[in-house]
């Protein structure tokens, strides 16, 4: 059956800054047993669950409640993109953009054919948020303050009749024989609280509540493991090259796992290396690194894709025409930074002060070795750059991928991180969200929809 059609729109908003008001009193039903009777719970007001409650509640569902166990809903949200919230990326194409997601990948090519990032921008813009594209695809508020973000979901969700209530958190689910699951929550104080939904959606993100509520309705976990980290290089020499970037830089991993390769810019930390092509590394093999306790060795060409041959006809030449000049002022590129050039003829031995004429074939071999493929030992995990999530989560084999709906039992939907889907630093995560959510109160809405006309 098809999804209900959407009712109208609610009117255009302004820019928001301002949280909007947050509680909205629903109509009061109750069960047979006097329990409150919702048509739909959504545990998790982070953006997942917020943009699974509006659109249950905008395609024409009456009864959604919104449960957040913190003060403030959307909290990562809010502090997301450095306070700018990078809410989604450029990539159009649902093909390219699975290649940016190291756990989920194809299996998300369905969800995102029927959400993808053009849907965000236009869902956004048609709640009076506009989005603007920076010139690496990301896209974030014209506002540039993640608030917005936050007060448009709030008032779409006030709007379309959802009821938020805050720190209150979903503690068990039981499902009812017949349909329907009975609720257990805490509430400020530790205060208990019961009531019945017909349908629940756990959007719990990382937390570990929302796996052990998964796993008690039958699901099973891939254990969670930190993706999105910075690499620390003990012992590399490289502290003082700190706040240096270069790019582009090839980096490769040889795990037991599989090799690991990224390319992009890499930043120098006190510590060791960050920047988006060392996240992506850290994103693509969290599992791997993992095994090792983050102890390997990382391979660093920082030639900028210059051939082996490349570079003896390079270093050929500076010998011949660069011949009086010393090593330590005249570096092989003008892109090759100082400092780095500097540290690498440290490292080689090599003294900055002997003239590019005196050369000899040795020490060429050792620097043209040192910039085509430097290996360094990493000694753990850094700090996480601004983005950080976790890999891991409800395995998407038990999940029905074009609903969301679980293939465990009837009447539950799983949607954003709390699943075994991560994505890449730059929107990505936050696409995943809004996909899995959408597809999640679209198919909420529709088959409470089947049901009461078959009822
Ligand atoms: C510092 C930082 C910056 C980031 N920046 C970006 C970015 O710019 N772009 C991007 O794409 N991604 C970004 N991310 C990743 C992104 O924030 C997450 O992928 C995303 O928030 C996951 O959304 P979610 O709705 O699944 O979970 P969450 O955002 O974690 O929301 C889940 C909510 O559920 C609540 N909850 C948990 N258990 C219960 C319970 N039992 N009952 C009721 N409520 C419960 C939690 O309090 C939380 O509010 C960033 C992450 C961090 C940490």
Redesign the pocket.
């Known amino acids: 059956m098809l999804p209900p059609a959407l009712p109208q729109r609610p009117p255009l908003l302004p820019q928001i800054d301002a949280e909007p008001d947050a509680e909205l009193a629903a109509e009061s039903v109750t069960d047979p047993a006097g329990l409150p009777l919702w048509d739909l719970v959504v ?7 917020f943009m699974a409650a509006i659109t249950a509640a905008e395609a024409g569902l009456r009864r959604v409640l919104l ?4 003060p403030t ?1 959307l ?3 809010l ?3 450095g306070g700018r ?2 809410v989604t990326h450029a990539c159009w194409d649902p093909r390219s953009l699975v290649g940016h997601y190291p756990r989920g990948g194809k299996a998300l090519l369905g969800p995102f054919s029927r959400f993808a990032p053009g849907d965000t921008v236009s869902w956004f813009a048609e709640r009076g948020l506009s989005l603007v594209e920076e010139d690496d695809g990301r896209l974030f508020p014209t506002s540039n303050r993640a608030s917005s973000v936050a007060a448009s979901l709030r008032t779409a969700a006030q709007a379309a009749g959802v009821t938020l209530r805050t720190a209150v ?2 503690q068990a689910a039981e499902p009812i024989q017949g349909g329907g699951f009975r609720l257990a929550l805490r509430g400020p104080g530790g205060a208990q609280e019961r009531l019945q939904a017909r349908q629940l959606v756990l ?5 570990p ?2 796996r052990r ?1 998964a796993a008690d309705l039958g699901h099973g976990l891939v254990p969670p493991v930190p993706s999105l980290f910075t690499l620390a290089l003990a012992g590399a020499g490289m502290g003082e090259l700190a706040g240096l970037v270069m790019d582009p830089v090839e980096l490769s991993l040889e795990l037991a796992e599989g090799r690991f390769r990224q390319s992009g810019p890499v930043l120098f930390t006190h510590r060791g290396l960050s920047g988006p092509a060392v996240l992506r590394l850290t994103a693509f093999a969290a599992r791997s690194l993992k095994a090792v306790s983050y102890r390997c060795e990382l391979g660093v060409d920082w030639s900028g894709g210059r051939s082996q041959a490349d570079l003896e006809a390079l270093f050929a030449s500076l010998r011949r025409d660069q011949a009086r000049k010393q090593l330590g002022g005249w570096r092989p590129w003008p892109e090759l930074a100082r400092r780095l050039w500097s540290v690498l003829l440290e490292q080689q031995g090599v003294d900055p002060l002997q003239r590019w004429a005196d050369l000899s074939r040795l020490q060429q071999q050792r620097l043209i070795q040192a910039l085509r493929a430097s290996r360094y030992p990493v000694s753990g995990r850094g700090p996480f750059g ?4 976790t890999a891991g989560g409800v395995t998407l084999t038990e999940m029905n991928l074009a609903t969301m709906a679980s293939r465990k039992q009837a009447g539950l939907y799983l949607v ?3 699943l075994d889907v991560d994505g890449v630093t730059g ?5 995943h ?1 809004w996909t899995s959510g959408w597809l999640a109160g679209r198919a909420i809405a529709a088959s409470a929809a089947e049901e009461s006309f078959s009822s």
């Open positions: 545990a998790g007001g982070g953006p997942a669950g449960l957040e166990s913190t809903p909290g990562k949200v502090i997301s993109g919230c990078n958190a979903l959007a719990t993100g990382s937390h509540s929302g509520l601004e983005e950080f999530v954003g991180e709390l929107g990505f995560n936050f696409q969200c």
